[in-house]
């Protein structure tokens, strides 16, 4: 693993306010950005974090493109030990600056290498196995992202910190996805809600994308490894104490407590 990427493995252990990287370390694009962050990776394991098991995909909907600024989506990681299961609870002091993210994940079937023609939202379905209700816990870790470049959060993992799934819908076929509500909930009102057709038109274009983009890399997504679409909400970033619950229709509720060390 290169030098660079030592604080950003330390960062994870410790978040924050990492300032990033000195000019002369800056990825000259994002396919350098990618490589990096598949490095990153193979650093995060080695302290402790377990295998890369999913991906999340961030900027797919038009609520945080705007947000972020990007125009475009972006990827990262999510290591095994950030994986958590219909709830989340944990002391917010665990974070620089957390948010939360109300998506849809899905899970791969089967392998999906390179076939001669880009995936599409229709050829990439039945690669799919379940579907779930997901919570993106995302961690602003940095002195100020907004001076950061988009290559340099790409190889951080744009933000991944953890994520909250909810019970596998095998027999989603039936499901509409496009047409999913997704509502978060902090401390009992609703701050937000979305559509997954806010996801690229339709969830699976995210899916699509992050195929596509990972096989131009020479990294194929493999079969058993989960995949966070995009957030259908704006991120919330939280306090201490704050109790969130996200409803999604037809794939359930997942929620978190971030609590206050005194509670």
């Not at 960062?11 to 962050?37: I, K, M, V």
């Amino acid at each position: 693993m290169q030098d660079s990427l030592r604080p950003l493995v330390e960062n994870r252990l410790q978040p924050g306010p990492w300032p990033g990287f000195a000019p002369a370390e800056q990825p000259p694009d994002e396919a350098a950005a990618y490589r990096l962050q598949f490095e990153l990776h193979t650093g995060l394991t080695e302290a402790g974090f377990g295998k890369r098991v999913g991906w999340k995909i961030g900027c797919t909907t038009p609520i945080m493109q705007k947000y972020m600024s990007i125009d475009h989506p972006c990827s990262g990681g999510v290591m095994a030990r950030s994986v958590h299961f219909d709830h989340f609870e944990g002391p917010y002091t665990d974070f620089n600056h957390v948010g939360v993210e109300c998506e849809i994940a899905v899970t791969l079937g089967r392998d999906l290498p390179s076939i001669g023609q880009p995936y599409d939202s229709e050829n990439i379905r039945s690669a799919v196995q379940n579907c779930r209700a997901a919570m993106e816990i995302v961690d602003d870790r940095y002195a100020d992202f907004r001076i950061l470049t988009t290559e340099t959060m790409i190889v951080d993992d744009f933000f991944q910190s953890a994520c909250v799934l909810g019970p596998e819908i095998a027999d989603w076929q039936n499901i509409d996805l496009a047409g999913l509500v997704g509502h978060t909930i902090v401390n009992g009102a609703e701050v937000g809600s979305g559509q997954g057709a806010d996801i690229m038109g339709h969830p699976l274009n995210a899916l699509a994308w992050l195929a596509n983009n990972l096989n131009d890399l020479g990294h194929p997504l493999k079969a058993g490894e989960f995949i966070l679409l995009g957030s259908m909400v704006e991120c919330q970033w939280l306090s201490p104490g704050d109790q969130i619950v996200m409803q999604n229709s037809e794939l359930g509720e997942i929620s978190a407590h971030f609590y206050k060390i005194t509670e």
